[in-house]
């Protein structure tokens, strides 16, 4: 914390600071150290349509400026999973942000978490549809009116590999809702090319499980 104050005392203006993380496992053990949007620590520029197309910032390495919540207001109660992210959009439309190069945070991914249960019941993803509708909303006003489909597009892939993975853990039921579910989130993207191919690409992640399970 004394680190991330110093952010705040070199750029008054700032509304959030956030700093690599640890992701480490269950037991502690160190899995990876996260990237970040820029080599060396200051404000980000361009972060709005960085952090509007995906979550980027693990919530234990954000410090927020009381001021900025008293601005912005609190996180929504109609999001469960992506309530940061949705958080710190609405943060970056009217506030610079800092970045710190040093991993200070920690962010322990284990399968007992919430964000696990989330995923795999599958309740992950109309929450990230309404987080997609809501940002794309914030950001008009910047003539981002592509992040919808940039958006779309990354967490499509991102519940086909879910989907993948649940189906090899044997959670069978689990990778069913969530490829069930993708449709929705492709239904978001304006670039009809783009679309397509996730479609076939969707197609073929259907067949691959469906192939699996006829064995």
Partial sequence: YSVMLRAFERVPSAGMAFCRTRIVDGSGRLQRVT??????????????????????????????????YEQVGGYREDLRFALDWEMWVRIAVRHAVWYERKALAAYRRHARSETARV??????????CHAIRLNSAHCRSWGHSDVSSISAAWYTRSAM??????????????????????????????DTRSRGALERRLAAVQCQLGCHESR
Avoid: F, Y
């Avoid at 404000?43 to 234990?60: C, F, L, Y």
């Fill in 35 to 68: 990237s970040g949007p820029r080599l060396w620590s200051g404000v980000v520029n361009g972060w709005v349509s960085k952090i509007a197309t995906r979550q980027r910032v693990q919530a234990p390495s954000a410090v927020v400026a009381r001021s900025t």
């Fill in 161 to 190: 590999r879910d989907a993948l993975r649940e189906h090899l853990a044997g959670r069978t039921e689990s990778a069913r809702r969530t490829v069930a579910q993708c449709r929705d989130i492709i239904a978001l993207m304006g």
């Fill in 119 to 128: 995923r795999t019941d599958a309740l992950a993803w109309p929450d990230v």
